[in-house]
């Protein structure tokens, strides 16, 4: 129920186009939805996250959907750049309850963005 | 500013050596983590303190011991590790409010066990 599943596991998109990665998860506790952004060698930075009382969250070309009763979430990178190729990690907690805030994360999906 | 600074970048040990890892935040935040990153996998969380004191541990073996002197620093003191505990040594930090949920990673300890 802790899970977190990914797709895909690999993703090539052509520079300018859509990329798009799916996350979904079981724990109905679950209210705070963070995506990470990973470059080789270096640590996890946080993109964009989501509460599950809006459907969608926008930040410059990143935008999250999230579908909450079909317990889904998604990033999408809109005009995918060379420098957007990267490891991407969709997570998910249950933020307001202290004491067990930790972070479940997906299994990663490698985004390659080709000219 | 939203910066957690690791130390050291590298580290190569032997089996028998004793080191420790550091992390520090000046961002006010009153949770810090430790996570473990093998190649190609997410983060594993190990530990967690919040207000300067341990609240989670994820069944990490006694080989590693965390630390937290103060609410700007967290230690990580390693010993008789193994090969398999070769690894990116991630530190975080989170507000731990009722409005902020995120929790911000550092650069990374890239470990090696010899």
């Known amino acids: 129920q802790q899970q977190v599943k990914q797709s895909p596991q690999s993703l090539i998109v052509q520079k300018g186009g859509i990329s798009i990665i799916n996350c979904a998860y079981e724990n109905t506790a679950f209210d705070y939805f963070p995506w990470y952004q990973q470059f080789p060698g270096k640590g996890p930075a946080l993109l964009i996250a989501i509460r599950p009382d809006v459907s969608e969250k926008k930040e410059g070309r990143f935008t999250i959907s999230f579908n909450k009763s079909a317990k889904q979430f998604s990033l999408h990178i809109m005009d995918s750049q060379p420098g957007d190729s990267a490891t991407y990690f969709c997570?998910?907690?249950?933020?307001?309850?202290?004491?067990?805030?930790?972070?479940?994360f997906g299994t990663g999906t490698r985004l390659t963005i080709i000219p | 500013d939203t910066e957690v600074t690791q130390t050291p970048k590298h580290l190569v040990m032997g089996m028998t050596n004793k080191k420790s890892l550091k992390c520090e935040q000046h961002m006010g935040h009153r949770a810090m983590y430790w996570y473990k990153q093998k190649a190609k996998k997410p983060p594993e969380l190990m530990f967690v303190y919040s207000y300067e004191k341990l609240s989670i541990n994820e069944s990490v073996p006694s080989r590693f011991s965390p630390e937290c002197p103060n609410s700007s620093l967290l230690n990580l003191h390693l010993h008789a590790l193994q090969p398999e505990d070769s690894a990116l040594y991630l530190c975080?930090?989170?507000?731990?409010?009722?409005?902020?949920?995120?929790?911000?990673f550092g650069p990374g300890t890239r470990l090696t066990v010899t």
């Open positions: 997570a998910a907690s249950e933020g307001s309850n202290f004491g067990n805030e930790k972070l479940t």
């Open positions: 975080a930090s989170s507000p731990k409010d009722r409005l902020s949920y995120e929790q911000y």
